[in-house]
């Protein structure tokens, strides 16, 4: 499939912040919904936050308001504000644009590391 690309992880201590990037083919990202997923070794891909083409958005438990998600359509580009940031939130995150539920595309991923 199609690769999305996704930027801006890093090592940073607990109660900093970081943003993600994640760059999207235009064609793709003007008919998807756009989401942001973390996956901790060992663990399960979970969904951290999503946002539709109208723009809504929606929220993990564990990240709501600590984290932003928003989408630049002028830029074809979807960000994460990371806010608070917490051990636990140490994951590789992923980009993912959604057109169908058959249809999807997702980045190689990006390290956020939180240290205590």
């Known amino acids: 499939q199609v690769q999305l690309v996704e930027s801006g992880g890093g090592l940073v201590q607990a109660g900093g912040s970081l943003r993600l990037s994640c760059a999207v083919p235009?064609?793709?990202?003007?008919?998807?919904?756009m989401g942001w997923y973390r996956q901790a070794p060992g663990q399960q891909r979970e969904l951290v936050a999503s946002i539709t083409i109208a723009g809504n958005t929606n929220y993990a438990d564990s990240v709501k308001g600590r984290f932003t998600i928003s989408r630049d359509n002028a830029k074809n580009t979807v960000y994460l504000h990371l806010n608070n940031l917490k051990p636990e939130d140490t994951a590789v995150y992923y980009c993912n644009a959604r057109v169908y539920l058959w249809e999807a595309y997702w980045g190689q991923g990006t390290q956020v590391t939180v240290s205590s």
């Open positions: 235009g064609n793709i990202f003007s008919r998807s919904a």
